[in-house]
T-cell receptor, first 116, second 114 residues
Framework: AQKITQTQPGMFVQEKEAVTLDCTYDTSDPSYGLFWYKQPSSGEMIFLIYQGSYDQQNATEGRYSLNFQKARKSANLVISASQLGDSAMYFC?????????????FGTGTRLTVIP | DAGITQSPRHKVTETGTPVTLRCHQTENHRYMYWYRQDPGHGLRLIHY???????DKGEVSDGYSVSRSKTEDFLLTLESATSSQTSVYFC?????????????FGSGTRLTVV
């Protein structure tokens, strides 16, 4: 079974608007971490935001926030006030602490295009 | 100071030849990983290491081997390259186990097998 599912291969958003990128996960480990990475056309993996399974509040980092719904096993990324530079691939990933040998599992990604 | 470097950055090789990719870190991190990235698949784990001489297989390990003789270096070897191994390869590192420890990725190696 897929550990991380990203159902949106591509998304478009108007500049200055907000956009939500979906991510659902599957784990039986009570202790896990969820990550979002950005990969621009240059290819590097850029860490955006992290949410721990025991964190009570949703994570925020500048214009990025993570909408964490533990019961639904979803960890959607919200980008507010989109900029042209946000056009990139976005990957959701999960680490299972107890069962996963500290490995990071990725979804298939969502390509975001910001329209001027 | 990148903390993690991959070499080479680009390589073209012929089917059937051996290829070794190198990942070098200066962070003294315990865990090191090799991923491959292909369109429609995201990043998939090939092999990982949890210490010197301690390695294990990931989800797509067939056709690959690894070695880690010292903390700072993690080598990925394709014993006999095939066209299906054409991909972008990423190395990643992280510290001790714990939910909050982040990962750092190398810049990637683009490998083409012709």
């Amino acid at each position: 079974a897929q550990k991380i599912t990203q159902t949106q291969p591509g998304m478009f958003v108007q500049e200055k608007e907000a956009v939500t990128l979906d991510c659902t996960y599957d784990t039986s480990d009570p202790s896990y971490g969820l990550f979002w990475y950005k990969q621009p056309s240059s290819g590097e993996m850029i860490f955006l935001i992290y949410q721990g399974s025991y964190d009570q509040q949703n994570a925020t980092e500048g214009r990025y926030s993570l909408n964490f719904q533990k019961a639904r096993k979803s960890a959607n990324l919200v980008i507010s006030a989109s900029q042209l530079g946000d056009s990139a691939m976005y990957f959701c990933a999960m680490r299972e602490v107890q069962t996963g040998a500290n490995n990071l599992f990725f979804g298939t990604g969502t390509r975001l295009t910001v329209i001027p | 100071d990148a903390g993690i470097t991959q070499s080479p950055r680009h390589k073209v090789t012929e089917t059937g030849t051996p290829v070794t990719l190198r990942c070098h870190q200066t962070e003294n991190h315990r865990y090191m990983y090799w991923y491959r990235q292909d369109p429609g698949h995201g990043l998939r784990l090939i092999h990982y290491s949890y210490g010197v001489k301690d390695t294990d297989k990931g989800e797509v390990s067939d056709g690959y081997s690894v070695s880690r003789s010292k903390t700072e270096d993690f080598l990925l070897t394709l014993e006999s390259a095939t066209s299906s191994q054409t991909s972008v390869y990423f190395c990643a590192i992280t510290g001790d186990r714990g939910v909050n420890y982040g990962y750092t990725f190398g810049s990637g190696t683009r490998l083409t097998v012709v």
